[in-house]
């Protein structure tokens, strides 16, 4: 064998390892691209209808949200009117209904004062200082050291 002729074993070898290297790269590439198909299709098969599903609950939950938005509505407009209305009776009835319990206290003062006869001696308050009552001429006293 001549130098020409192992040169050229030598090259065919190298040639054949690397298409073997390059064979076994494609073939593992192969496998990859499969297994990544394989995903991409299972991850598009649940995603679809989760995706549909969470369209749903986004559809419910505008309604929802619809809904409680008119009920807010309506009872601020309650709210609104409750309001009136007891600003309504507070004014056609608290001033008469003062007016009332005045004259009924003022009557009833003057009844107890025209109950006592005329020379009967009055009968004396008592001052309560915490928890303790005084009568009436240590209460006198009392002011007259202030």
Not at 17 to 41: H, M, N
Not at 110 to 129: E, N
Request: avoid cysteine; charged fraction near 20%.
């Amino acid at each position: 064998m001549s130098g020409g002729e192992v040169a050229g074993i030598l090259v065919a070898v190298f040639w054949a390892i690397l298409v073997s290297f390059l064979a076994v790269a494609l073939v593992r590439l192969a496998q990859t691209l499969r297994a990544t198909t394989k995903l991409v299709a299972d991850v598009t098969e649940q995603a679809v209808p989760l995706l549909a599903d969470a369209s749903d609950a986004v559809r419910s939950a505008q309604t929802q949200i619809d809904r409680v938005d008119a009920i807010a509505s309506d009872v601020q407009e309650v709210t609104s009117n409750a309001s009136a209305l007891s600003t309504t009776v507070a004014s056609t009835f608290g001033g008469p209904l003062v007016k009332v319990a005045a004259f009924g206290y003022g009557v009833r003062r003057a009844l107890s004062r025209s109950d006592a006869a005329p020379g009967a001696p009055r009968q004396s308050r008592r001052t309560v200082i915490v928890g303790r009552t005084l009568p009436a001429e240590g209460r006198a006293s009392r002011t007259k050291r202030k």
